[in-house]
Nanobody
Framework: QWQLVESGGGSVQAGGSLRLTCSSTGDALDSVCMAWFRQRAGKERERVASIFNDGQQPDSINYAKFVNGRATISKAYSRYRWYLELNSLNAEDTAMYYC????????????????????WGQGTQVSVTV
């Protein structure tokens, strides 16, 4: 049984950085698609980044266009804990950030933006103050 818990959110000044962590109780040993999403107030949920690892290097990583180099997704060697480093934050980055996992690795295909993931965390709030 998979359960995801986000942590690391909080309030940060514009231009600052945060590192979000997704902690998972998953015990699957095969490859999965791990992702981060955000949902700004009054807007639809959108994918920030995804990472897929099949045991080889480098990991397959995709970012949303709006990231523009300001985020880095990574994972622990266990593959069941992953991170999102946010930097150069601005007010538009204020959102609830969610981690999610899907067991269909095709969800991590390059260019995929689907929000239809199987397992979700509860979210962690990121608030950027100006």
């Amino acid at each position: 049984q998979w359960q995801l818990v986000e942590s690391g959110g909080g309030s940060v000044q514009a231009g600052g950085s945060l590192r979000l962590t997704c902690s998972s109780t998953g015990d699957a040993l095969d490859s999965v698609c791990m992702a981060w999403f955000r949902q700004r107030a009054g807007k639809e949920r959108e994918r920030v980044a995804s990472i897929f690892n099949d045991g080889q290097q480098p990991d397959s990583i995709n970012y949303a266009k709006f990231v523009n180099g300001r985020a880095t997704i990574s994972k622990a060697y266990s593959r069941y804990r992953w991170y999102l480093e946010l930097n150069s934050l601005n007010a538009e980055d204020t959102a609830m950030y969610y981690c999610a996992v899907d067991f269909d690795w095709r969800k991590c295909y390059f260019g995929s933006t689907t929000t239809e993931f199987e397992i979700w965390g509860q979210g962690t709030q990121v608030s950027v103050t100006v």
